[in-house]
Nanobody
Framework: QVQLMESGGGLVQAGSSLRLSCAAS????????MAWFRQTPGKEREFVTC????????YYADSVKGRFTISWDNAQNRIYLQMNSLKPEDTAVYYC?????????????????WGQGTQVTVSS
């Protein structure tokens, strides 16, 4: 069993930066695939980015490419999401998710474990 807990959300102005953190416990995730999704009210949860722990290959949604960076700290068993040049449309609840399988997975059903989410609000 894996437990995930996000932190780092908040209210920021457009153009600002924010770093989200996801602490994992229960298993070492070094060979897993880890991801960030986000969701706004009334919309489906959407893929943001993922990273394969073995090798560090990353993949990003077009909407965040060049602005967001996912990373993985093996020693701390933490997943990070560095968000730069934030826009109001980035406002959402952000969730981290993991799966023991390796691949570029962009759909919710691929992921086995989820955190509770952290709110990010970007004001214009």
């Amino acid at each position: 069993q894996v437990q995930l807990m996000e932190s780092g959300g908040g209210l920021v102005q457009a153009g600002s930066s924010l770093r989200l953190s996801c602490a994992a416990s229960g298993r070492t995730l070094s060979s897993w695939t880890m991801a960030w999704f986000r969701q706004t009210p009334g919309k489906e949860r959407e893929f943001v980015t993922c990273i394969m722990g073995s090798g560090g290959t990353t993949y990003y949604a077009d909407s965040v490419k060049g602005r967001f960076t996912i990373s993985w700290d093996n020693a701390q068993n933490r997943i990070y999401l560095q968000m730069n040049s934030l826009k109001p449309e980035d406002t959402a609840v952000y969730y981290c998710a993991v799966t023991p399988f390796v691949g570029t997975f962009t759909t919710l059903s691929n992921y086995h474990y989820w955190g509770q989410g952290t709110q990010v609000t970007v004001s214009s």
